[in-house]
Each structure stands twice: as structure tokens, then as C-alpha cells.
């Protein structure tokens, strides 16, 4: 079972600041998902990786197979961008669940 | 339409009742997934439907029965449930089981008197 790590666990930042979250996980992975929840709410997809780096807006997502790392960076921090941010693996095929491994998530509060 | 919806957004029940939570997508997706998220901890999947067949229990008390209709519907049936199953539950689709992004709903914040 693939184990997946996040830090911090919790983040406490100014407006403006550029904001890091990271996630490790210990098996091989066929995909990687950032997915951000603002509290009491659903679930929004961000980025589904499986290497390199996506760009959307002020967010971007980075991942280093070989590390088994990603990264998710915001830039110019908006108190909106206030939430939970989770990352969640799918591993590589070859048995186990087939949903998503989840780590437990980044609570990111940004201050005006 | 690039949206899962789920009904009801909110559900109190008592231990003896019996209810049902529904999920919808119409993106032709072929796979379904019911997700269990407590309090401050990430979900926890529970059951995984691909063309419309049980493809992953995780082993789940039977007090929860899952239906897949047809493959636009996804439908968890509740009953007899306890107070420690209050939860969001959240329903998730993708194209296709094992691949793809998966696009979540907005969840059931279930609630178990």
C-alpha cells in the first residue's frame, strides 16, 4: 500500500506570498493529483501529473518520479486560496485498490 | 456538462431508518467511486464501479449497498447505520477505472443520530 506524505501539515501565510506544499509517497505511482477542499465542501481537481510540471493560473505542480516527490506552489497568495490541499496517488498497476491513496492534506490559511 | 452532482447535501438519520444518497455524472464516464471522509482526515474509498459492475469493495459493512443503474448513476443505499458513520460521502467519476482524472462531486455531509 502506497503511504503518502504531505507538509506542513499546516501553513499560515500573508497575501502575496508564494506558497509550497509537498508530497511524498513510497511506491511507484501511475498518476498524482493535487485536489483542493474549502472546509465543509467537495472535492475540486487541480492537476493529475505523471511527470514534469503543469502550469494553470497562479498554481503549479511539479513532480520528480525518481524522488517520488511533488511539489504544489501558488504564487502572489490570495486569502481564496484558503482550503485544505490534498495530494492523492494512483499506484501502479498490479493489484490494490483501484481508488486513490490520499496523504492528509495541507491546511493553508492566507491573511490579508 | 463537466460536473458530478450529488443529492441530498445534507441527511439526518436515525439508526433504524432507511436511505439512499444518489450521484450523476453525464460526461460518458465508465467508472464510479464512493468515497467516506471524516472529520479533519482525507477520504477513504469504499466502493470502485467500472461499466457498471462492483469492481472494489473495500471491505465495507454491509449497512452500505452500493447500485450503479446505469452508467451515468451511482447510487449508495443506507440502512441501519451507527452514529460513527456520520460522514461526507463523496461520489467521484473518471473515464476510465485505473486511469484518468477523476472529477468529485460536492459530497453528502451525512449525519447518524
Known amino acids: 500500500k502506497n503511504e503518502v506524505e504531505q507538509s506542513p501539515q499546516n501553513l499560515t501565510a500573508q497575501e502575496g506570498e508564494f506558497i509550497t506544499i509537498n508530497c511524498s509517497y513510497s511506491?511507484?505511482?501511475?498518476?498524482l493529483h493535487w485536489l483542493q477542499q474549502h472546509p465543509g465542501g467537495g472535492i475540486v481537481s487541480l492537476f493529475m501529473l505523471s511527470s514534469g510540471k503543469k502550469k494553470h493560473g497562479r498554481l503549479i505542480a511539479t513532480i520528480n518520479i525518481q524522488e517520488k516527490h511533488s511539489s504544489l506552489h501558488i504564487t502572489a497568495s490570495h486569502p481564496r486560496d484558503s482550503a485544505v490541499y490534498i495530494c492523492?496517488?494512483?499506484?501502479?498497476?498490479?493489484?490494490?485498490?483501484?481508488?486513490?491513496?490520499f496523504g492528509k492534506g495541507t491546511h493553508l490559511i492566507i491573511q490579508p | 456538462d463537466t460536473e458530478v452532482t450529488q443529492t441530498p447535501k445534507h441527511l439526518v438519520m436515525g439508526m433504524t431508518n432507511k436511505k439512499s444518497l444518489k450521484c450523476e455524472q453525464h460526461m460518458g464516464h465508465r467508472a464510479m467511486y464512493w468515497y467516506k471522509q471524516k472529520a479533519k482526515k482525507p477520504p477513504e474509498l469504499m466502493f470502485v464501479y467500472s461499466y457498471e459492475k462492483l469492481s472494489i469493495n473495500e471491505s465495507v459493512p454491509s449497512r452500505f449497498s452500493p447500485e450503479c443503474p446505469n452508467s451515468s448513476l451511482l447510487n449508495l443505499h443506507l440502512h441501519a447505520l451507527q452514529p460513527e458513520d456520520s460522514a461526507l460521502y463523496l461520489c467521484?467519476?473518471?473515464?476510465?477505472?485505473?486511469?484518468?482524472?477523476?472529477?468529485f462531486g460536492p459530497g453528502t455531509r451525512l449525519t447518524v443520530l
Open positions: 492523492a496517488v494512483r499506484s501502479q498497476a498490479g493489484g490494490g485498490a483501484d481508488g486513490l491513496t
Open positions: 467521484a467519476s473518471s473515464l476510465l477505472s485505473g486511469s484518468g482524472e477523476q472529477f
Open positions: 511506491v511507484g505511482i501511475s498518476a
